[in-house]
Structures are given as C-alpha cells and as structure tokens.
C-alpha cells in the first residue's frame, strides 16, 4: 500500500516521469492546468552565433521566441522559407532562432560557415542562426537539456525526435509550446498560438 501512495505522491508532483514512443505522433503542447514551476527560463542561457560570437537570449526580452532545430539535407528544409517568411511578417511579435544540428540522418554535415551561406543564398535567411550545436545524446546543448526537460522549463517535456522541431518561447521567457517537425512554421495554428 505505501508503494502505491508514494508512486502516487510522485506522479502528482511530477517526479515521475513516462517514456513517451517516438512512432506516436507528437502532439503540440498546450498550456494545461498541469504545468509545474519553470525553475529558469531561456533567458539564463548564452549561446554562439553562426559566427562564433557570444548571444545572451535575454536580449530578446518582450518577443516570443520560436527556436527550431534545422539541417540543410532535410526533407523539412524548405521549411527555412516560411520561417524566413514568418520572421518577415510577424517579427513584431516573433523572433526565430535557428540551431543546426546534425543529429538525424546526417542531414547537417557542414561547418557554420558552409550552413550560413547555404541558408542565405537558397532561403534568403535573416533570422538569427547560431552555431551548430548537438539536440540529442550525451552531447545535447545545454539550452535543448532545459527545453525538454518540464521539471526545468514548467511546461514541455518533449525533445525533438527529428529536424525541424520547434519551441514557441513566451514574452517572458517562459516555455509554452512544443511543435513537431511536421506542423508548418506558417501554419493557423502556429501563427495563431504566436499571435495570441
């Protein structure tokens, strides 16, 4: 009967966790009455810039954030497009941030240079690009630990599964939403959850 209360204790405080299945098709995280407390946000991070210099996220304060894990051989990389175009209609209220990574299929195997040049003759990219960086594995970005991590960020567990995940940031750098590859950077309900 105590292993019981206690497992209950747990869950109910969210010290225990489930693994989620892949192959199951990820769902956008929704803000639910589920949430825990963030013990950070995304501003307590720096990271590097496409050209190696040093950005602290806190400078985006009073913007959402949509950041999005991106390679150049992907299937998703026409994706780079409407990001771009995104970034251009909404950059009022959004800012995207793209972090190549190589860590599905191989599909980001250039250097940050190569990647830059890529980006901005085939997609025109003016959104910020930072320095190529590892999303899963023993290796994972300090930033991507905090971003799939609930008990860190108070809302998503989710890490992404293949490129072209994204992460909407609120105004305050709160995390509140995980989107799968597949949801489109100029979908409804994308825009509409950036527009709110």
Known sequence: MKAFVVLGALVATGFASFPTHSTVPAMTTAPTPET?????TVYDFTVKSIDGKDVKLSQYKGKKLL???TASECG?????????ELYKKHGDKVTVLGFPA?????????????ISLFCE???GVSFP???KISVKGDDTAPLYKFLADKAKNGRVSNAPDWNFCKYLVDETGHVVAFYPSKVKP?????VAAIMK
Do not use: D, R
């Not at 825990?36 to 950070?40: H, I």
């Not at 998703?76 to 771009?84: G, S």
């Not at 190589?102 to 190569?114: A, H, L, S, V």
């Open 121 to 123: 003759k085939n997609y």
């Open 102 to 114: 190589n860590n599905f299929g191989g599909q980001e195997p250039g250097t940050n240079e190569q």
């Open 186 to 190: 100029m979908s409804e309900e994308l």
């Open 67 to 69: 950041i999005v894990n």
């Open 36 to 40: 825990t407390a963030a013990t950070g």
């Open 129 to 131: 690009l930072f320095s």
């Open 76 to 84: 998703y990389t026409p994706q780079y497009k409407e990001l771009e």
